[in-house]
């Protein structure tokens, strides 16, 4: 594993992510088993099938790390903008299946080279991202053509009375979830953002819907 490192706000002005209390709850309840019931098999659908040289972004306390196959990814660049959750990361890519190498970065402003990645996984972090169109404006940028994005998110409701709900709750998630906005539509996101292909599977789940997205960048 290599690491490097680099300001949380760099490159974005006035950007710092820094959520020490949320990364720790989200770091409990990730390891507990009902995160892990919840979560792995979203895992397995996006880091599962990725292939090549992959980013994970918004990495987190890198629970997706040990679902890369190394009979398929040759090495991961995960980034991740907050300083506690990089903590967790750092010692969960020790004993990673696959070579991963650390940045702190957010989405928005990502330290790598136009077409260099054939996939990129992004799993629970689009509701946080501040500006999700520059993100994945980010992630067309560093997908080489023919690169797949894979990812896994909770999003708006269909359901009004519950979309209604969940914006009702936006204050209290944003406050005190890492900046997470509970209403994202965020397959509407993906569907405007300039991918050949997308392809989305929605999972009813009341107040908590979860997409599965597998997007093409034009080969
Ligand atoms: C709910 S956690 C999910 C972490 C990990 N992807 C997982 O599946 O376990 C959301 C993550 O998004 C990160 N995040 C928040 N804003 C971000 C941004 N602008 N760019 C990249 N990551 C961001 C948070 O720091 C946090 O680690």
């Known amino acids: ?45 996006t880091a599962g099938v990725a292939e090549g040289r992959v980013l994970d972004i918004g990495a987190g306390a890198g629970h997706n790390f040990a679902f890369y196959d190394p009979a398929r990814v040759t090495s991961v660049e995960a980034v991740e903008p907050d300083a506690t959750m990089l903590g967790y990361a750092r010692l ?19 330290p790598f080279s136009d077409a260099s990645f054939d996939s990129v996984v992004a799993t629970l972090v689009f509701c946080s991202v501040g500006d999700p169109q520059r993100g994945l404006s980010e992630i067309l940028r560093l997908l080489k053509p023919g690169g ?14 519950l979309a209604g709900i969940q914006t009702a709750m936006v204050p209290l998630t944003v406050t005190f979830s890492g900046n997470c906005h509970w209403n994202r539509d ?24 979860i997409i599965l997205v597998e997007a093409r960048k034009a080969g």
């Open 148 to 161: 797949r994005l894979l990812m896994a998110e909770h999003v708006r409701s269909e359901v009004g009375v």
């Open 1 to 45: 594993m290599t690491e490097s490192a680099r300001p949380a706000d760099a490159g974005i002005e006035g950007l710092v992510i820094d959520h020490p209390g949320f990364s720790r709850l989200f770091e409990w309840l990730a390891s507990s088993s009902i995160g892990r019931s919840t979560f792995d098999g979203l895992r397995r659908r």
């Open 92 to 110: 969960r890519a020790a004993s990673a299946p696959v070579p991963i190498t650390l940045t702190q970065a957010p989405a928005e402003a990502l």
């Open 186 to 209: 965020t397959a509407e996101e993906v569907r405007r953002a300039g991918f050949a292909e997308t392809r989305i599977e929605r999972k009813a789940g009341g107040l908590h819907p």
